[in-house]
C-alpha cells in the first residue's frame, strides 16, 4: 500500500515541479522513474521503494517522514 503518494504530489506542486521534471532530477541521481510511474505513484497505484522515497523527499528538500505523515500539507 502506498501511502505517501498524496504528499509527494503536495511537495513537487509547492516546490513548482512537473512530473516529468521530477523523473528528470531523479535520473541525475541514478533512480530510474518515469513520469508515468510518478503518476502512478502519486495516486497510490504504485508502490514506491525505499531509494525512491529518499531520491524524491531530497529533491523536494522535505524530510521522508513529512512523506508518511502529512506535513506537507500544512506548510
Given amino acids: ?3 505517501t503518494g498524496r504528499n ?3 511537495a513537487r ?3 513548482k515541479l512537473t512530473q516529468k521534471e521530477l523523473s528528470i532530477k531523479l535520473e541525475t541521481m541514478a533512480v ?3 513520469r508515468g510511474s510518478i503518476s502512478r505513484i502519486e495516486s497510490g497505484a504504485r508502490i514506491v521503494t525505499d531509494i525512491e522515497l529518499q531520491a524524491i523527499a531530497e529533491i523536494l528538500n522535505v524530510p521522508v ?3 508518511f505523515e502529512g506535513m506537507c500539507e500544512s506548510e
Fill in 1 to 3: 500500500m502506498n501511502v
Fill in 8 to 10: 509527494i504530489r503536495l
Fill in 13 to 15: 506542486e509547492r516546490a
Fill in 32 to 34: 530510474y522513474v518515469c
Fill in 65 to 67: 517522514q513529512a512523506l
